[in-house]
């Protein structure tokens, strides 16, 4: 059974930072096509980042330059190294795996940025 297990999520203050993670089990992720997703109250899930298998990332233009995301194969983890955090950064973010017709999700963890 393949799962996806988010964590790192919190409160942080505008202009802090948090790392999220994402575990994977049943799955080795450097098959994977990984990215991390947000959705905030009232508006769609959208992509935040992503890394393909082969170490190329890709950003939202929001984010640029103020979040990276990355990968240990060894540990089956992906991570997400946010810094400079806004309070329109506030969503549930979740983790995605990707490859041909698979298609994961986590379940998600609560990021809030706020004073």
């Known amino acids: 059974q393949v799962q996806l297990v988010e964590s790192g999520g919190g409160l942080v203050q505008p202009g802090g930072s948090l790392r999220l993670s994402c575990l994977a089990s049943?799955?080795?992720?450097?098959?994977?096509?990984m990215g991390w997703y947000r959705q905030a109250p009232g508006k769609q899930r959208e992509l935040v980042a992503g890394?393909?298998?082969?170490?190329?990332?890709n950003y939202e233009d929001s984010v640029k330059g103020r979040f990276t995301i990355s990968r240990d194969n060894t540990k089956n983890t992906v991570y997400l190294q946010m810094n400079s955090l806004k309070p329109e950064d506030t969503a549930v973010y979740y983790c995605?795996?990707?490859?041909?017709?698979?298609?994961?999700w986590g379940k998600g963890t609560l990021v809030t940025v706020s004073s």
């Open positions: 890394i393909t298998s082969g170490g190329s990332t």
């Open positions: 049943g799955i080795s992720i450097n098959l994977y096509s």
């Open positions: 995605n795996a990707k490859r041909t017709t698979r298609n994961y």
